[in-house]
């Protein structure tokens, strides 16, 4: 996937070099809302950390087809999605996303993880999708579950945010059209 327009004013786009400063510069803006719950918002600090990820994350894709794409809403880059990994032995993709406080509420997200989500159906051939909500992120946990996750268990300390551990609950969503393998 190096683009793919959801709607006339939303689409999704491989993250390039060239979009370094408008990454870092949203990070920048949105600091204080993004660290509640994003561990790696204080360690960016400057336009070489979001060069860093983009070109991991291009390098990530070479390898293993996962990507991160720039959400583009009107125009203007909102948040990003991408693959954290995908385990191809056993077929699952680990999605994450974030999305500034500006653009929520406005269905954006939702419908980036539905691309997302059947991109990684349809094309990764994934048996299925699984994601990782600290247990006190209500928002994400209302994304997840009116995208048609499912809780599969929740997973204790699994994450330490700055200066304490948060607790995660996981959800999966299995392919619809694939048979799924016995865990």
């Known amino acids: 996937m190096l683009r793919q327009q959801i709607n006339p004013g939303l689409e999704l786009r491989l993250l390039q070099p060239t979009?370094?400063?408008?990454?870092?510069?949203?990070?920048?803006?949105?600091?204080?809302?993004?660290?509640?719950?994003?561990?790696?918002?204080?360690?960016?600090?400057?336009?070489?950390?979001?060069?860093?990820?983009?070109?991991?994350?291009?390098?990530?894709?070479?390898?293993?087809?996962?990507?991160?794409?720039?959400?583009?809403?009107?125009?203007?880059?909102?948040g990003v999605i991408w693959h954290n990994r995908i385990d191809w032995a056993n077929r699952v993709a680990f999605p994450a996303y974030w999305l500034v406080p500006s653009a929520e509420g406005?269905?954006?997200?939702?419908?980036?993880?539905?691309?997302?989500?059947?991109?990684?159906?349809?094309?990764?051939?994934?048996?299925?999708?699984?994601?990782?909500?600290?247990?006190?992120?209500?928002?994400?946990?209302?994304?997840?579950?009116?995208?048609?996750?499912?809780?599969i268990s929740t997973l204790k300390k699994a994450e330490w945010l700055y200066d304490h551990f948060v607790d995660h609950h996981i959800y999966q969503l299995l392919n619809p059209n694939h048979p799924t393998r016995p865990l």
Not at 57 to 69: G, M, N, V
Not at 110 to 131: E, N, S, Y
């Open 106 to 151: 406005r269905g954006i997200m939702t419908a980036a993880c539905q691309a997302v989500i059947a991109h990684a159906f349809t094309q990764l051939k994934v048996d299925r999708v699984i994601v990782a909500v600290a247990t006190e992120n209500h928002r994400a946990a209302a994304l997840v579950k009116r995208l048609g996750f499912t809780p």
């Open 19 to 78: 979009d370094a400063p408008a990454l870092f510069a949203l990070v920048e803006t949105n600091r204080q809302t993004l660290r509640t719950w994003l561990p790696w918002v204080d360690a960016t600090t400057k336009l070489a950390h979001s060069q860093k990820f983009i070109a991991e994350a291009l390098r990530d894709r070479e390898k293993t087809r996962a990507y991160a794409a720039g959400i583009w809403s009107s125009g203007q880059l909102v």
